[in-house]
């Protein structure tokens, strides 16, 4: 199992351009979940899916939109980016069967905007 | 969820063990914790759990008070590759705020040769 896969790794926008981040998971998880992490800080949610074709808000979700088309992809979209979108964003994924909640966390993409 | 509170930092020796304190006083009683690390440029990764009673796996042991207001993580024989920043978290197991998993800052673990 490959586990969750995010892409791209790196990448650089300029402000106002849009762009997908993808997020793949191959482990049947119901659960997906956007964060953000900005130098020195904790992870902070910005939306998370409860299952195919749902989403909901996180902590901190202006500026982004998400879909969830399909069980294992779960993509964050940036329509008109700003530089206070520069950040690290993590995918996780967990099971729904669970009582208690274990995350598994992709390795990241890295996103500086200009 | 109730609040942290960890040290900012913490230094260990390699080979010794890692004890990492949380405090978590105002804990409500469906309420677990759990302790996730991330290792520098790397996604989080979930170490271990628990509600009540102390609980051991093959990466770490959790000890948790008894009236439940603190826990302490520990490595038992800390390597280099430990070197990480350590998130102690508590949140019930469902509800509104099933599926969200709240970061602090974290202790930032430095295990020195």
């Known amino acids: 199992n490959a586990g969750v896969t995010q892409t791209p790794k790196f990448r650089v926008l300029k402000t106002g351009q849009s762009m997908t981040l993808l997020c793949a998971q191959d482990?049947?998880?119901?659960?997906m979940y956007w964060y953000r992490q900005d130098p020195g800080m904790g992870l902070r949610l910005i939306h998370y899916?409860?299952?195919?074709?749902?989403?909901a808000k996180g902590e901190v979700p202006d500026g982004y939109n998400v879909s969830r088309l399909k069980k294992q992809n779960f993509l964050l979209g940036l329509e008109s980016a700003a530089p206070s979108q520069t950040s690290v964003y993590f995918c996780?994924?967990?099971?729904?069967?669970?009582?208690?909640?274990?995350?598994?966390f992709g390795p990241g993409t890295r996103l500086l905007v200009l | 969820d109730a609040k942290t509170t960890q040290p900012p930092s913490m230094d260990c020796a390699e080979g010794r063990a890692a004890n990492l304190p949380c405090n978590h006083s105002?804990?409500?009683?469906?309420?677990?914790v759990y302790w996730y690390r991330q290792i520098h440029s790397q996604g989080p990764q979930y170490i271990i759990h628990?509600?009540?009673n102390n609980e051991t796996n093959e990466m770490a042991s959790l000890i948790i008070t008894e009236d439940r207001k603190s826990s302490t993580l520990i490595l038992p024989h800390a390597t280099l590759r430990d070197t990480a920043v350590y998130y102690c978290?508590?949140?019930?197991?469902?509800?509104?705020?099933?599926?969200?998993?709240?970061f602090g800052q974290g202790t930032i673990l430095t295990v020195h040769p």
């Open positions: 628990g509600l009540k």
């Open positions: 105002t804990i409500s009683g469906n309420e677990y």
């Open positions: 899916s409860v299952g195919e074709g749902t989403t």
């Open positions: 978290i508590v949140k019930d197991a469902g509800g509104t705020s099933y599926g969200k998993l709240t």
């Open positions: 482990m049947n998880h119901e659960y």
């Open positions: 996780a994924s967990s099971k729904t069967s669970q009582r208690v909640e274990t995350q598994y």
